[in-house]
């Protein structure tokens, strides 16, 4: 599938994915329906546009705990260093728009796992990590035990968390925060790349654009071109939410 031109980058350097949230039970609250697993991103900010169901999305912040309720056209969204964990109350559909495209994918989530595991990256890579998903097969069992024991133990680690937050503001993400950094230090080389190649590309042109257009020049309107695409091809992957359906942007 394409247009009538040269493939073209997704507007703004972002990235967008469809996620259908857990409808696993969460060992934390009885009466919850399903529960992603709590995470920040480090380098990214995220939102989400609600397409159906209800829920909502707990997060830790400066602000300390909010939950703030999800149903179709909601939109909502933070930055880096947020504490995100969504809640299923019943069908929660949301589409998600990252920024930074390719960072996200590059590691830049760090879940709340306890903190003896955040100290060893070893550990962490072990546990956040989940079995290759045969692309053949709908429903992976052993797959789905592995994201749902993933979530589960950054659960632990959100309840401990949670508590400090409560306690002492946004303090008590210090050692989560801190932790997070120094999990990601390594690979910020690459992500500096994708950042060069994406939003900084993309701010690029459209600095360019506006100094043209400034002297009355649309010479970069003669380069007017179209892209599409379908969504990769196989199953649903699991993300750390929920199921995941991506598109190459």
Do not use: K
Not at 27 to 47: F, I, K, M, Q
Not at 96 to 108: K, T
Not at 202 to 227: K, M, N
Request: charged share 20%.
């Amino acid at each position: 599938m394409g247009g009538t031109g040269a493939p073209l980058p997704f507007p703004g350097g972002t990235s967008v994915s469809r996620l259908r949230v857990y409808d696993w039970p969460a060992p934390d609250g009885a009466g919850l329906v399903g529960s992603g697993t709590p995470h920040l991103h480090t380098a990214s900010s995220e939102g989400y546009v609600v397409l159906g169901g209800t829920g909502s999305v707990q997060t830790l912040s400066a602000e300390g705990f909010t939950e703030t309720p999800l149903e179709a056209g909601v939109v909502v969204w933070f930055s880096p260093g947020v504490v995100h964990r969504l809640v299923n109350d019943g069908g929660l559909d949301l589409v998600v728009v990252m920024s930074n495209a390719g960072l996200p994918e590059a590691g830049d989530a760090v879940l709340t796992f306890p903190p003896a595991v955040l100290a060893d990256p070893e550990r962490y890579r072990e546990a956040v990590t989940l079995p290759v998903q045969d692309e053949g097969t709908e429903d992976d069992d052993v797959v789905a035990a592995a994201a749902r024991a993933r979530r589960d133990l950054a659960l632990e680690g959100y309840a401990a968390l949670r508590a400090r937050v409560e306690g002492d503001g946004g303090a008590g993400l210090a050692e989560l925060h801190a932790a997070a950094a120094r999990l990601v230090s390594s690979r910020v080389p690459q992500w500096q790349q994708i950042v060069r190649d994406g939003v900084e590309a993309s701010t690029a042109r459209t600095v360019e654009a506006l100094a043209g257009l400034a002297a009355a020049d649309p010479t970069h309107l003669a380069g007017a071109a179209i892209s599409a695409t379908g969504p990769r091809p196989g199953p649903r992957r699991y993300g750390m939410c929920g199921r995941l359906q991506t598109w190459e942007l």
